[in-house]
């Protein structure tokens, strides 16, 4: 039986697509490839100049790391291509750096890139709460990672259902600089490397 797609709904960070003639199984790797194995952009490392918020520095640095932030693709090395990498590897690392007072409410739109590509996906994420006379300064790093690796890396939220007809019904929602169809056609490329490295150790045997 043919593959058959078609777009049930969209929108700028989900859509909805049914897949006729393919098994669950099929999906469900679909699926986990999506989640666990398209690169995203987060940082990783975080270097305090001030921080006096309420706020522990660790705990600043988990908020900045969970922010989405965009990225132009070809731009930056994957992550098995920076291993052991200088943070001032412009083509491993982006850097981004923050200095507000207080009184003020930090946002994720207060970060500042070096590179015009990597920014927050959304400005108005609350990060901390600065006092009067309270300031917080710091540089940060941001690098590709995969979502297995952790969860600032996750691409998207993927599920899927079978309806009565047998269809199968994805639903992935972005939660990443990624946009939903970008992390779909992704995970498929992906998956097509799997499949040929596969048949190309078999005819190796």
């Given at each position: 039986m043919a593959i058959k797609i078609e777009i049930?709904?969209?929108?700028?960070?989900?859509?909805?697509?049914?897949?006729?003639?393919?098994?669950?199984?099929?999906?469900n790797a679909l699926r986990r490839i999506m989640i666990s194995e398209v690169p995203t952009m987060a940082i990783e490392w975080v270097d305090f100049?001030?921080?006096?918020?309420?706020?522990?520095?660790?705990?600043?640095?988990?908020?900045?790391?969970?922010?989405?932030?965009?990225?132009?693709?070809?731009?930056?090395?994957?992550?098995?291509?920076?291993?052991?990498?200088?943070?001032?590897?412009s083509q491993c690392y982006a850097k981004l750096t923050l200095k507000k007072r207080g009184p003020c409410v930090v946002?994720?739109?207060?970060?500042?890139?070096?590179?015009e590509s990597v920014k927050p996906v959304f400005d108005k994420i609350p990060i901390v709460e600065l006092l009067e006379n309270q300031e917080l300064?710091?540089?940060?790093?941001?690098?590709?990672?995969?979502?297995?690796e952790?969860?600032?890396?996750?691409?998207?939220?993927?599920?899927?259902?079978?309806?009565?007809?047998?269809?199968?019904?994805?639903?992935?929602?972005?939660?990443?600089?990624?946009s939903p169809e970008e992390i779909v056609i992704t995970a498929t490329e992906i998956f097509e490397r799997k499949i040929k490295e596969f048949k190309k150790q078999v005819n190796e045997l």
């Amino acid at each position: 039986m043919a593959i058959k797609i078609e777009i049930l709904e969209r929108k700028k960070h989900a859509i909805k697509f049914s897949v006729e003639g393919v098994k669950p199984s099929f999906a469900n790797a679909l699926r986990r490839i999506m989640i666990s194995e398209v690169p995203t952009m987060a940082i990783e490392w975080v270097d305090f100049k001030k921080n006096d918020s309420a706020l522990y520095d660790e705990l600043i640095a988990h908020r900045l790391g969970l922010i989405p932030l965009t990225y132009e693709k070809r731009a930056y090395k994957l992550p098995e291509e920076c291993r052991g990498a200088s943070v001032k590897d412009s083509q491993c690392y982006a850097k981004l750096t923050l200095k507000k007072r207080g009184p003020c409410v930090v946002y994720s739109g207060d970060l500042k890139s070096e590179d015009e590509s990597v920014k927050p996906v959304f400005d108005k994420i609350p990060i901390v709460e600065l006092l009067e006379n309270q300031e917080l300064e710091l540089v940060a790093y941001a690098r590709l990672g995969y979502g297995r690796e952790h969860i600032k890396w996750q691409g998207a939220v993927v599920g899927y259902s079978i309806d009565e007809n047998g269809k199968i019904i994805f639903e992935v929602e972005s939660c990443s600089g990624l946009s939903p169809e970008e992390i779909v056609i992704t995970a498929t490329e992906i998956f097509e490397r799997k499949i040929k490295e596969f048949k190309k150790q078999v005819n190796e045997l």
